[in-house]
């Protein structure tokens, strides 16, 4: 039987992770042996909080859920830097190097309370759409005229022709309301101006091509996803844009792999680019109705210019949690 835990105890210790995947902490209920991996007790249902740090001068340490996790598929955690996670009774962590041994800072808090929760204002975004906040959203018989901006910028979104509107207080995701898309809606903001952007949000695709966001300018576009297009074109006007999804790079090269990243599921979508512009944003939507997918958004959050790897891990973290999603 797994021990009792007090509210002030911690484990923490260091380990070498090589280029072969090593454990690093499991829940109790793996019925886990071993002087070097860090217990959580059954007795207390709430996550535990796992801090791991990544101590090696250059190389990169991945981290994932299971013996599995490869450079490829792992969470990565920088050189120097640290990621925080949410370890549940049935988790197992791993974690693989980049190159030489890396040493792994490994620390598990066992308090009783939960972990303050993530403040979304402490990234002072210039967009943050949350389709949870009912309050937010101005609708009539389900459609929506307009979904206010949580950031404090007022860049509210909003649709004036009503076909085009789509609909809430119909889908939800993990028992939360969502904006629900049919294939031919969008909102868009009034212009927001920025230096480099980092979008992280959570997305469902149910059918048709999608954009993962698009502008008030048809050639001003980012994250193309088309079924069976092998076009390598999947931004315009965008500069340098890289995506995530829950957590792991996106790897694919054409309009189809990115198709089939988000393909019939939900996920938590992370886009960054060094674009300097002044538009109007219309997130997983276009200007027309060729890349409108029928799907639903969740949550979105904008930032002006960039966000450290640390902050896009723990607002991935977040929206994983909040939306049931594991990453």
């Given at each position: ?94 974690a693989i190097a980049s190159g030489a041994d ?165 996920k938590v979508v992370t886009l960054e680019t ?54």
């Amino acid at each position: 039987m797994s021990e009792l835990i007090s509210e002030s105890q911690n484990d923490s210790y260091a380990t070498t992770v090589g280029t072969s995947a090593l454990v690093l902490v499991v829940g109790a209920g793996m019925n886990h042996s071993g002087s070097s991996i860090a217990s959580v007790g059954w007795t207390i249902e709430l996550p535990r909080v796992v801090s791991v740090h990544n101590s090696h001068g250059s190389q990169v340490l991945y981290v994932g859920w299971g013996s599995d996790v490869s450079t490829s598929n792992g969470l990565p955690i920088p050189a120097g830097e640290s990621r925080k996670f949410r370890l549940s009774y049935l988790d197992e962590m791993w974690a693989i190097a980049s190159g030489a041994d890396t040493v792994a800072l490994v620390s598990v808090a066992h308090g009783k309370g939960a972990p303050p929760p993530f403040d979304v204002l402490s990234l002072s975004p210039a967009l943050w759409l949350d389709a949870s906040d009912t309050s937010t959203i101005t609708e009539s018989g389900g459609a929506v005229s307009q979904w206010d901006d949580k950031s404090g910028n007022d860049n509210n979104l909003t649709q004036g022709t009503a076909s085009q509107r789509p609909t809430t207080g119909t889908d939800t995701v993990n028992g939360l309301n969502v904006i629900h898309y049919d294939g031919n809606d969008s909102l868009l903001t009034p212009d927001i101006s920025f230096t480099g952007l980092t979008m992280i949000a959570v997305f469902r695709h149910s059918s048709q091509n999608f954009m993962l966001l698009g502008t008030s300018l048809s050639f001003v576009y980012a994250g193309v996803g088309e079924s069976g297009s092998s076009s390598t074109i999947l931004s315009f006007n965008f500069s340098t844009v890289s995506f995530r999804f829950d957590g792991t790079p996106f790897s694919g090269t054409t309009r189809d792999d990115l198709y089939n990243e988000l393909a019939s599921s939900t996920k938590v979508v992370t886009l960054e680019t060094d674009k300097t512009a002044t538009v109007g944003l219309q997130p997983f939507s276009f200007t027309s109705d060729v890349f409108r997918p029928v799907g639903d958004i969740a949550e979105v959050i904008v930032v002006d210019g960039t966000l450290t790897a640390q902050q896009i891990s723990d607002t991935e973290s977040y929206l994983a949690d909040k939306w049931g999603i594991t990453i």
